[in-house]
């Protein structure tokens, strides 16, 4: 009686949630078709030329227009790339040390103080970026680098205005750190107490046990890295403050660029103007769309993997 009336019960409560599940889906469904609707216009007028080139003229004249979103689609993976690679090893660094070496009465305000920068307002991060970091960066790392090193591809643009993917990937990677290092900090917590004591009474040494413990939450690592790269690469306000905003595919650290989400923020003011523009940018969101899909696929394949090993 018991087991019909549990499974009648967890039936409806299948169906109850169905709605808004469907709900969520259906805004998801509803979001991509009005971004492809409105790129139609640009899509018969270049076709996928619209990702192939960098090139961006804006003109009255709807025959001269020409929209190319490549270096846009270019800065925003290459400064989401520097983020990780800057906020990867601060997450699981303040994760392992607020669980195994921070005294038990500042943990809690570890947590709290990175709470806080998670929530602080992106603005925040930006104007500190463009008259703090920059300058930072420009005169005590870039100018040190390209005066000995410039002969590297990564390191051979003189940093003129200190506004560049650096300066954008370092900013995003302080901004992301919060978001990864939670993810981390939470699955290194859960670890069993049990596992703990059977890495240490094998005579591992902190060391040692640190490096077991995390191959045990590489799962919430890949997620971390996963939530910061897409939180990093949809970034605007604070982004377009710092990384120069100008149609550039370059290799190095120290160029200016521009990322999609600033690219959109600083034209669709006046896109309404231009016969094509507004379209453009809607194709230029699109890209963003399916970049954020592929690694949220690479993500899920990697866990899947790990999970079946």
């Known amino acids: ?171 995003l990677g302080i901004m992301v750190t919060p978001f990864a290092s939670s993810i981390i900090r939470e699955a290194y917590r859960m670890i069993p107490f049990k596992y703990r004591e059977a890495v240490f009474s094998i005579g591992a040494t902190r060391y040692e046990a640190t490096k077991i413990l995390l191959s045990y939450i590489k799962p919430a690592i890949v997620a971390g890295v996963i939530l910061a790269f897409g939180r990093a690469i949809g970034e605007t306000v604070a982004v377009s403050l710092v990384v120069g905003n100008t149609f550039n595919i370059h290799p190095s650290l120290f160029a200016p660029g521009y990322t999609i989400s600033s690219l959109i923020a600083n034209q669709f003011g006046n896109a309404f103007i231009y016969e094509y523009m507004v379209s453009a940018l809607f194709a230029a969101g699109l890209s963003l769309f399916f970049v954020g899909l592929a690694v949220n696929l690479l993500g899920m394949y990697i866990l899947r993997r790990r999970v079946h090993e």
């Open 1 to 171: 009686m018991r087991d019909a009336f549990s499974g009648t019960f967890r039936d409806t409560f299948k169906v109850s949630i169905l709605p808004f599940s469907a709900l969520i889906f259906g805004i998801f469904l509803l979001m991509l078709l009005v971004y492809f609707a409105n790129s139609i216009q640009i899509f018969q007028k270049e076709g996928i030329e619209i990702y192939t080139t960098n090139k961006w003229i804006a003109s009255e004249d709807p025959e001269k227009e020409f929209y190319g979103v490549l270096a846009a689609i270019y800065g925003s993976i290459y400064s989401s790339v520097i983020a990780v690679v800057i906020a990867l090893p601060l997450s699981i660094s303040f994760a392992v040390f607020v669980i195994d070496y921070a005294p038990s009465k500042l943990k809690e305000w570890f947590i709290i103080a990175t709470d806080i920068m998670a929530g602080l307002p992106t603005i925040i991060y930006g104007i500190w970026g463009a008259f703090v970091l920059v300058p930072f960066l420009k005169d005590f790392v870039m100018y040190p680098i390209y005066n000995h090193l410039s002969f590297i591809p990564f390191f051979s643009f003189e940093p003129l205005s200190g506004y560049s993917f650096l300066s954008a990937g370092v900013l």
